[in-house]
């Protein structure tokens, strides 16, 4: 069978090609442009690390979701990667910053199809808002943007953050 929907010559060979490029050409496209997302993704943040001087290695970076936060404590420098682009601030310019977790709630459908799907677009919007109130949320000293998000989905590494910046902001660089 996919030999002959190679060969668009064969018998109803043509009719299998176009069902082939019909029916995976869509998937094969969502793919690629999740995997070259990434990569322009990943490549932000590493330009993000070199003009701050960090190390990726060394735990004072994080980066999730198209997100991102660095740290350089011999600069007292933090970097805040969101929506493509990244800023640096000085420790002095760091207003506040705290970690928030929201939970999705669930819509049950009732009877029928109708119902049961007009409850799953809910719920994966309900779902999508919740991610998107998660994180490490820092407010900064620029007008042009005070506020900014880093998507922390472990609260762990939330937890971490907030240990990291009390440490270096609050108490002088004494995280180790």
């Known amino acids: 069978m996919i030999v002959s929907a190679l060969v668009p010559f064969a018998d109803g060979g043509f009719a299998k090609l176009v069902t082939l490029a019909v029916g995976w050409a869509p998937a094969g496209f ?14 932000l943040h590493q330009q993000m690390l070199a003009a701050i001087g ?3 290695d060394r735990g004072f970076d994080h980066a999730e979701e198209g997100t991102g ?18 800023r640096e601030y000085r ?11 929201e939970r999705a709630g669930a819509v049950v459908p009732a009877f029928g199809v109708a119902s049961g799907v007009a409850a799953a677009g809910a719920n994966a919007r ?15 000293k620029d007008v042009d943007r005070p506020g900014w998000r880093v998507a922390m989905k472990d609260a762990r590494t939330r937890e971490r953050w907030m240990e990291l910046l009390r440490q270096e ?8």
């Not at 969502?30 to 490549?43: D, P, T």
């Not at 420098?77 to 493509?84: H, M, S």
């Not at 002095?92 to 977790?101: F, G, K, L, Y």
């Not at 309900?126 to 900064?140: E, H």
């Open 30 to 43: 969502l793919a690629w442009f999740a995997m070259n997302r990434a990569k322009r993704r990943q490549a």
């Open 54 to 56: 960090v190390a990726g």
């Open 69 to 86: 936060i660095a740290l350089n404590q011999a600069k007292r420098v933090v970097a805040v990667l969101a929506d493509g682009s990244y």
């Open 91 to 101: 420790y002095e310019q760091v207003r506040q910053w705290s970690i928030r977790e």
């Open 126 to 140: 309900m779902a999508r808002d919740a991610l998107a109130n998660t994180g490490l949320f820092l407010t900064v």
């Open 169 to 176: 902001i609050n108490e002088g660089g004494v995280a180790a």
